[in-house]
């Protein structure tokens, strides 16, 4: 009995991760949105770009707003798929594709994250910089993906789990697979 | 086995994956990985996907894809879906049909400040189709404009769509949205008059509304659309006479989509907060796709597939038109089984190269292309404006009722987009007098 407690335990933990980042990207979306207005605005008015407002917009603050979230919309079943010719199967050949689409979707993003952990610490060793007004450290926002990537990939492996679970039918197991 | 063919065999494959219920992202993903890997090996595949997640998403071209969507949330949060629709309503609910093209208008304003066409739908739908239901208009039709319309918020400016399309073929951004402000706005008055003429044919499809609206009444809501038309000119104003840089539009029409929200005083907290979930959500599920298509475009572009076909087609010395109306068919027929950015994805690569040999303009083929997949949006089986639509109504519409009601609706679509085909100048006249390139 004690393997469901620790399975929901440690999905709870990682659950408020999921939703911490998902938080952060959503409240950077703020800066986001002042810093091109107010680049924009002091070009016009002050005859004053923002330095770095480029840099900082598309190397950190883009990048976080697609990956932090990847794993949240996976929880809410967000991510596209179709299940026009799925419906009228079994429920068990439903779940077992679900597996194979989770196990799919594992595999890129481990894949992802690993190569991308590698280039982050690559740039991190050499401190990259991104040169101009303002110096903009570049190594620092390489590891976004890997973060991102590495966290999609957890939601991924519990979820795949949950589905194995329904495939193998045990019944001492209350969780079903969302959707 | 030449290239070509385990590129073939590559898209046969993500269809029937796709068909399997595995996600359109993680199809395209596995697939271009393993096509590369055959192609190009280890050591190329492994520098492409430590590279390319990051040096593609960060990208401050894309960054106009949140903060255009945010844009749209917070108008929506700031009352103007009410506001314009409540406009549109004084004025046309006299006519025959007046509330449904009503709805367009408003869903055509409302795009101004909106780049997805569900998001248009979605929002439009809740303010005008239970006043429709109401007046007792036929259902189908109520529930069908609205579903239809919404389409046109990834036509006029700005689009999440045209941006997707200008950052994968490399095609000017700036150029691709002011490109869609007329196809839309013909699209919505072809819907319209189409609307007209069937609710004048059946009066019972729309019954005469005896609202007693005075001219004086008309001439006051027009100060409902004050902030629309502030968007509009802030927004579609600033490309077009290059105030700013497309990209810097996204920033700059969030930015004043939020003082609106909240001068007016209408943007609550609750709301903000689920406009920027909302908004993070959205660009986390378009870019998982994109970044699959990302390694799917790599793995056909080193495949050779686009030369094998462009070769074939060239060989062919048919009229191009005659190969544009064989592509619509493929595009018709896929956007009945996938999502937009979907099928956008899977078929730039391979289809791109085509048109651009064919000397198409790209601008031009990015606006038949938000047709085709628009079109798409409202077939059945996966039409995605008509569940949207569901989802708004609930029970008291069923889905095959907005199917059906929205038959009308994807006819019509079809004469525009022949004209569209017809006269490419349509499209490319405003492009061709921008003052921002």
């Given at each position: 009995?004690?393997?469901?407690?620790?399975?929901?335990?440690?999905?709870?933990?990682?659950?408020?991760?999921?939703?911490?980042?998902?938080?952060?990207?959503?409240?950077?979306?703020?800066?986001?949105?002042?810093?091109?207005?107010?680049?924009?605005?002091?070009?016009?008015?002050?005859?004053?770009?923002?330095?770095?407002?480029?840099?900082?917009?598309?190397?950190?603050?883009?990048?976080?707003?697609?990956?932090?979230?990847?794993?949240?919309?996976?929880?809410?079943?967000?991510?596209?798929?179709?299940?026009?010719?799925?419906?009228?199967?079994?429920?068990?050949?439903?779940?077992?594709?679900?597996?194979?689409?989770?196990?799919?979707?594992?595999?890129?993003?481990?894949?992802?994250?690993?190569?991308?952990?590698?280039?982050?610490?690559?740039?991190?060793?050499?401190?990259?910089?991104?040169?101009?007004?303002?110096?903009?450290?570049?190594?620092?926002?390489k590891w976004i993906v890997p973060i991102g990537s590495f966290a999609f990939c957890i939601e991924l492996f519990l979820d795949g789990l949950d589905h194995l679970r329904a495939i193998f039918g045990r019944n001492s197991s209350p969780e079903v697979p969302r959707g | 086995m030449d290239s070509w063919v385990v590129?073939?065999?590559?898209?046969?494959?993500?269809?029937?994956?796709?068909?399997?219920?595995?996600?359109?992202?993680?199809?395209?993903?596995?697939?271009?990985?393993?096509?590369?890997?055959?192609?190009?090996?280890?050591?190329?595949?492994?520098?492409?996907?430590?590279?390319?997640?990051?040096?593609?998403?960060?990208?401050?071209?894309?960054?106009?894809?949140?903060?255009?969507?945010?844009?749209?949330?917070?108008?929506?949060?700031?009352?103007?879906?009410?506001?314009?629709?409540?406009?549109?309503?004084?004025?046309?609910?006299?006519?025959?049909?007046?509330?449904?093209?009503?709805?367009?208008?408003?869903?055509?304003?409302?795009?101004?400040?909106?780049?997805?066409?569900?998001?248009?739908?979605?929002?439009?739908?809740?303010?005008?189709?239970?006043?429709?239901?109401?007046?007792?208009?036929?259902?189908?039709?109520?529930?069908?404009?609205?579903?239809?319309?919404?389409?046109?918020?990834?036509?006029?400016?700005?689009?999440?769509?045209?941006?997707?399309?200008?950052?994968?073929?490399?095609?000017?951004?700036?150029?691709?949205?002011?490109?869609?402000?007329?196809?839309?706005?013909?699209?919505?008055?072809?819907?319209?008059?189409?609307?007209?003429?069937?609710?004048?044919?059946?009066?019972?499809?729309?019954?005469?509304?005896?609202?007693?609206?005075?001219?004086?009444?008309?001439?006051?809501?027009?100060?409902?659309?004050?902030?629309?038309?502030?968007?509009?000119?802030?927004?579609?104003?600033?490309?077009?006479?290059?105030?700013?840089?497309?990209?810097?539009?996204?920033?700059v029409g969030a930015c004043g989509a939020f003082v609106l929200a909240v001068i007016t005083g209408k943007l609550k907290w609750q709301d903000f907060k689920s406009s920027l979930g909302d908004t993070v959500r959205s660009t986390s599920q378009i870019f998982v796709i994109a970044l699959g298509a990302v390694f799917f475009t790599k793995f056909i572009g080193v495949s050779d597939l686009p030369n094998v076909i462009c070769e074939q087609i060239l060989e062919l010395k048919?009229?191009?038109?005659?190969?544009?109306?064989?592509?619509?068919?493929?595009?018709?027929?896929?956007?009945?089984?996938?999502?937009?950015?979907?099928?956008?994805?899977?078929?730039?690569?391979?289809?791109?190269?085509?048109?651009?040999?064919?000397?198409?303009?790209?601008?031009?083929?990015?606006?038949?292309?938000?047709?085709?997949?628009?079109?798409?949006?409202?077939?059945?089986?996966?039409?995605?404006?008509?569940?949207?639509?569901?989802?708004?109504?609930?029970?008291?519409?069923?889905?095959?009722?907005?199917?059906?009601?929205?038959?009308?609706?994807?006819?019509?679509?079809?004469?525009?987009?022949?004209?569209?085909?017809?006269?490419?100048?349509?499209?490319?006249?405003?492009?061709?007098?921008?003052?921002?390139?």
């Amino acid at each position: 009995m004690a393997e469901p407690i620790k399975q929901s335990s440690l999905r709870s933990v990682f659950n408020r991760l999921v939703n911490l980042l998902t938080v952060i990207a959503a409240g950077l979306l703020v800066p986001m949105m002042f810093l091109v207005s107010a680049d924009v605005v002091g070009r016009y008015i002050f005859n004053h770009p923002l330095p770095a407002v480029f840099e900082i917009n598309s190397d950190f603050l883009m990048v976080l707003v697609v990956f932090f979230p990847m794993a949240y919309v996976h929880q809410r079943k967000e991510h596209v798929f179709i299940t026009l010719f799925t419906d009228p199967m079994p429920a068990k050949v439903r779940a077992v594709l679900e597996t194979v689409s989770v196990l799919i979707g594992f595999v890129s993003y481990a894949l992802i994250g690993i190569y991308s952990m590698q280039r982050a610490i690559i740039a991190t060793r050499v401190l990259e910089y991104t040169s101009g007004v303002i110096d903009v450290p570049i190594w620092l926002a390489k590891w976004i993906v890997p973060i991102g990537s590495f966290a999609f990939c957890i939601e991924l492996f519990l979820d795949g789990l949950d589905h194995l679970r329904a495939i193998f039918g045990r019944n001492s197991s209350p969780e079903v697979p969302r959707g | 086995m030449d290239s070509w063919v385990v590129g073939v065999i590559g898209i046969a494959v993500i269809l029937v994956l796709i068909a399997l219920r595995v996600h359109v992202a993680f199809a395209l993903n596995i697939v271009g990985l393993l096509g590369y890997w055959h192609i190009m090996g280890w050591q190329a595949t492994s520098g492409l996907l430590g590279l390319e997640p990051f040096s593609f998403i960060a990208n401050f071209l894309l960054t106009t894809i949140p903060l255009f969507l945010l844009m749209g949330y917070l108008a929506h949060h700031a009352g103007l879906t009410k506001d314009v629709y409540k406009t549109a309503r004084y004025w046309l609910s006299r006519i025959p049909g007046g509330l449904a093209i009503a709805s367009v208008a408003g869903c055509a304003a409302f795009a101004a400040a909106s780049g997805s066409s569900l998001a248009t739908a979605a929002m439009m739908g809740k303010v005008s189709i239970p006043e429709m239901i109401e007046q007792k208009y036929d259902k189908g039709l109520a529930a069908g404009c609205v579903a239809a319309a919404g389409t046109i918020g990834s036509l006029i400016p700005p689009s999440i769509l045209l941006i997707l399309y200008g950052a994968m073929t490399e095609t000017s951004v700036g150029r691709l949205l002011i490109a869609g402000f007329i196809p839309g706005i013909l699209s919505a008055l072809v819907y319209a008059v189409m609307i007209f003429v069937r609710a004048s044919a059946n009066k019972k499809l729309c019954p005469p509304i005896n609202d007693q609206i005075t001219w004086k009444q008309r001439l006051v809501s027009l100060k409902g659309t004050w902030g629309i038309m502030t968007l509009f000119v802030l927004v579609i104003g600033g490309i077009y006479f290059g105030w700013f840089t497309p990209t810097e539009a996204g920033g700059v029409g969030a930015c004043g989509a939020f003082v609106l929200a909240v001068i007016t005083g209408k943007l609550k907290w609750q709301d903000f907060k689920s406009s920027l979930g909302d908004t993070v959500r959205s660009t986390s599920q378009i870019f998982v796709i994109a970044l699959g298509a990302v390694f799917f475009t790599k793995f056909i572009g080193v495949s050779d597939l686009p030369n094998v076909i462009c070769e074939q087609i060239l060989e062919l010395k048919v009229h191009p038109l005659l190969i544009v109306a064989g592509i619509s068919v493929v595009y018709i027929f896929l956007g009945m089984f996938l999502d937009s950015i979907g099928v956008m994805l899977l078929t730039l690569p391979v289809v791109f190269p085509v048109i651009d040999k064919l000397g198409f303009s790209p601008v031009w083929f990015g606006i038949i292309m938000i047709k085709y997949l628009e079109i798409g949006l409202l077939t059945p089986p996966v039409g995605l404006n008509v569940y949207v639509i569901k989802g708004v109504v609930g029970e008291t519409i069923s889905l095959e009722k907005i199917f059906k009601g929205v038959t009308w609706f994807v006819v019509v679509d079809f004469i525009t987009l022949a004209v569209l085909i017809l006269f490419p100048s349509i499209s490319l006249f405003l492009p061709d007098t921008m003052m921002g390139k």
